[in-house]
């Protein structure tokens, strides 16, 4: 091989990596800004405090069983300190509820509490009202829309947000058909890799403080989530953050009924 085509196989060569490392880092970022739960060693353990019925206690299990495949972190179901009626966050932790929380639009709703770039708390509801119909009255309704709750709990966002788009095989790709979106897949793995690829000085994670502001966001009524910051491809708003002050937000995902 002479010189000059020694050249150009060597730029086509590092051209190939740069679009694969590219192409790959572009799929797989879904998170939803920097925020991540504070730690000083991975991998870390979250709490997820179980407030829900029977009914979803297995869905509960699975989602837990499947994040904790994660090589940054663990999951542990835990008994809830709160109840699903209020479903108050605790500081340290996320807290998980179910209950009829009308026909007002909504599956699930996860709730995050950020102070600078940490997640300090979380909450997920899960809307009976909606579960207990025929349309939805499905395991893999109620797994998909768990597990998606969830992951956004630890600082993921959708893979996609396309309800016609063919499903990517994980609970963070909305859906019309859940199917096949019942689990994460190695994307979100990948994408947790990268969001915990760093330590902190402290920690956020298991302190299991009385939280302060637990009325602070009243996920039942719209107006209480602040500001639409994201909308899917029906024009709905998937996500919005609040303001409380003192450097203090909450961000809420909505995952609407059909």
């Not at 679009?19 to 979250?46: E, I, K």
């Not at 996320?94 to 996860?110: H, M, P, Q, S, T």
């Not at 989530?225 to 203090?248: I, Q, T």
Request: proline fraction near 3%; hydrophobic fraction near 35%; aromatic fraction near 12%.
């Amino acid at each position: 091989m002479n010189q000059i085509k020694k050249n150009r196989f060597i730029l086509l060569t590092a051209l190939i990596a740069v679009f694969f490392v590219v192409g790959f880092a572009a799929y797989a970022d879904h998170s939803w800004g920097t925020y991540h739960w504070a730690r000083t060693a991975n991998p870390f353990t979250l709490k997820l405090g179980d407030n829900v019925s029977s009914t979803w206690d297995g869905h509960l299990a699975t989602t837990s069983s499947d994040w904790s495949l994660s090589s940054i972190l663990d999951t542990a179901v835990v008994a809830g300190l709160t109840s699903s009626s209020s479903c108050k966050p605790t500081t340290g932790r996320a807290e998980i509820c179910n209950r009829k929380y009308g026909f007002n639009g909504w599956l699930g709703v996860a709730s995050i509490w950020i102070t600078g770039d940490h997640i300090t708390k979380g909450t997920v509801k899960l809307n009976d009202s909606y579960f207990n119909t025929s349309t939805y009255n499905k395991p893999e309704w109620r797994q998909f829309v768990m597990c998606q709750e969830v992951g956004h709990i630890f600082g993921l966002d959708h893979q996609d947000i396309d309800f016609d788009n063919a499903n990517l095989g994980s609970c963070m790709d909305y859906t019309s058909d859940p199917a096949s979106n019942q689990h994460p897949n190695q994307h979100d793995y990948d994408q947790l890799e990268l969001i915990y690829s760093h330590l902190d000085s402290s920690t956020t994670v298991n302190q299991s403080l009385p939280s302060r502001n637990g009325n602070g966001n009243d996920v039942d009524e719209s107006l209480q989530w602040g500001k639409a910051v994201k909308k899917s491809s029906d024009g709905k708003p998937s996500l919005y953050v609040r303001d409380l002050g003192n450097g203090e937000k909450v961000f809420n995902f909505i995952i609407w009924a059909n």
